[in-house]
């Protein structure tokens, strides 16, 4: 059993910057992928950023230069450094764990077996 605790999330005003952090139990961590998703009210959740256990790393097309994910494998924690926030950047951010060694795209939900609760970001205008 996995389990993922979101922080950092908050109100910014756009063009401002947010570290959001994934904690995460378990000695599996680091052989884990991990991935950042939001969902918008009335919106599908959608894949932001994901990371594999060997460091590779994948952005939607929307966040490519303004967000960065990265790990520390030594904390049990994933992060997601977002910059030049915009208003559309409103979401609730959900961190995701893969199984052990998964070597897929990341990009889809049913890749990931382990989800936190989200935390809200709010970037007003």
């Known amino acids: 059993q996995v389990q993922l605790v979101e922080s950092g999330g908050g109100l910014v005003q756009a063009g401002g910057s947010l570290r959001l952090s994934c904690a995460a139990s378990g000695r599996t961590f680091s052989s884990s992928g991990m991935g950042w998703f939001r969902q918008a009210p009335g919106k599908e959740r959608e894949f932001v950023a994901g990371?594999?256990?060997?460091?590779?790393?994948r952005y939607t097309e929307s966040v490519k230069g303004r967000f960065t994910i990265s790990r520390d494998n030594a904390k049990n924690t994933v992060y997601l450094q977002i910059d030049s926030l915009k208003p559309e950047d409103t979401a609730v951010y959900y961190c995701?764990?893969?199984?052990?060694?998964?070597?897929?795209?990341?990009?889809?939900?049913?890749?990931?077996?382990?989800w936190g609760q989200g935390t809200q970001v709010t970037v007003s205008s």
């Open positions: 995701a764990a893969s199984r052990p060694y998964y070597s897929g795209s990341m990009y889809y939900d049913r890749e990931y077996d382990y």
């Open positions: 990371i594999t256990w060997s460091g590779t790393k």
